[in-house]
């Protein structure tokens, strides 16, 4: 089975300034991986996903993420952050051959602050 | 496009009592739902899977007879929490996959339970 780690629960950045949210996940078969994003009492909004092709993904917002197979990660990165990005970020994981059941990962608070 | 509505978006309910939940795919159809549990500050826990006109797939420790869910058709699955205890108090949230976009789910707004 799939496991997903994000071992940042919050991470506080000043406006303007990069972020790099880290996600990393287990599993013995190949996978697909998304980032999303969750405003308060909003449900999810998909950021990116990496299914196959170029590492590096460029998603919405301005956020890019790349997979790296070797370190099993898949960290998300913005390089300059903006007050309304303040949000709770969950990296997902799909094995192949799942019926696309996602494993969430625990959220990152990312809190972005003047 | 690819838009998903949750009705209601908060419920309040006695304990007891039961309550459903609506999940509607507007504007394309929904081969497959599923239904999440989030406590707060927490992640996305999958309840189960449903599919259009067969039985729902619950996962590992979720109470089928407790959390009825029910796929009539491509655009709508309901969730009903029968005999709701306070405990059952969470966010509840949907999200319903296009049939010809196996890899995307398309999540709704949620729905706020809360069981007094």
């Known amino acids: 089975a799939q496991s997903v780690t994000q071992l940042d629960s919050q991470v506080p950045v000043f406006e303007e300034a990069p972020v790099e949210l880290r996600c990393n996940y287990s599993s013995s078969v190949s996978v697909y991986l998304f980032w999303y994003v969750q405003y308060p009492n909003q449900g999810l909004q998909l950021l990116l996903k990496?299914?196959?092709?170029?590492?590096l993904v460029k998603g919405i917002n301005g956020f890019e993420a790349e997979f790296n197979k070797s370190q099993t990660s898949f960290h998300l990165r913005k390089p300059s952050v903006h007050i309304s990005d303040t949000a709770e970020y969950f990296c997902a994981v799909s094995e192949y051959g799942t019926a696309s059941k996602l494993t969430f990962g625990t959220g990152t608070r990312l809190q972005v602050t003047l | 496009g690819a838009v998903v509505s949750q009705h209601p978006s908060r419920v309040i309910c006695k304990s007891g009592t039961s309550v459903k939940i609506e999940c509607r795919s507007l504007?394309?159809?929904?081969?497959?739902m599923f239904w999440y549990r989030q406590f707060p500050k927490q992640s996305l826990m999958l309840m189960a899977t449903s599919n259009e006109g067969s039985k729902a797939t619950y996962e590992q420790g979720v109470e089928k007879d407790k959390f009825l869910i029910n796929h009539a058709s491509l655009t709508l699955s309901t969730l009903t929490v029968t005999s709701a205890h306070p405990e059952d108090s969470s966010f509840y949230i949907c999200?319903?996959?296009?049939?010809?976009?196996?890899?995307?789910?398309?999540f709704g707004p949620g729905t706020r339970l809360t069981v007094t």
């Open positions: 990496y299914l196959s092709g170029s590492t």
């Open positions: 999200s319903a996959r296009d049939g010809d976009r196996v890899h995307e789910q398309y």
């Open positions: 504007d394309f159809q929904a081969t497959t």
